[in-house]
C-alpha cells in the first residue's frame, strides 16, 4: 500500500493535463519584452521634444526663483522670453530636445557666467544664435542696467554652480 492518498493521485492525473495544455510562456514573454520597447520608444519621443525640454527648464528655474523669493521679475520675463523664442524657433526648424539642450547650454557654462551681466550676454549669445535680432537687442540694452549684486542673479548664479 502507497502512502500517498487517493485525493492526491487524483489531482495529480488531473493537474498535468492542465499543465502540458497550456504551452510554452515564451510567446508571453515575448508580447511584455515588444511591449516595454513600444512603451520606451514612445516616452523617447515624448521626452525629446523641444516643448518638454524648455518646460522643465522654466519648472526648475520657477522653483529656485520661488526660493529666492523673486519669481516675479524683470530677468525671469526676459528669461521666458528667450525661452519663447527657442521654443518658437527649435518648432520652424524640426529641432529636437538635444538640439536645444545644445542651444540653452551656455546659460550653464560656469566658467564663463561670473555675474549678473554676463548671465545677460549669454542670454543675449543664445538670442543671436537663434537669429531674434530683436530680442538679443533687447537683451543689451538690459544687461546695461543690471545691478551686480542683486538677490534674485546672486540665486541664479548659486544655482548655476558659480
Known sequence: MSDVPVSV?????????????????WGYVAGGVALLIL???????????????INRVRKR?????QK????????????DKLFDSILKYANENKKTGGDVIKIIAPLNDTARIKTPRD????????????HDVALARELKNKSKQVKSSSSLMNGLLKRAGV
Do not use: C, H, R, W
Request: without cysteine; aromatic residues 10%; charged residues 15%.
Open 68 to 79: 529666492q523669493g523673486v519669481e516675479n521679475s524683470d530677468f525671469m520675463i526676459d528669461l
Open 119 to 130: 548671465m545677460y550676454q549669454s542670454m543675449i549669445y543664445i538670442a543671436n544664435d537663434i
Open 9 to 25: 493521485t487524483n489531482t495529480a492525473e488531473v493537474i498535468q493535463p492542465v499543465v502540458e495544455s497550456s504551452g510554452s510562456i
Open 61 to 65: 528655474n520657477q522653483k529656485e526663483m
Open 39 to 53: 512603451a520606451g520608444f514612445i516616452a523617447y519621443k515624448k521626452l525629446n521634444t523641444p516643448a518638454f525640454i
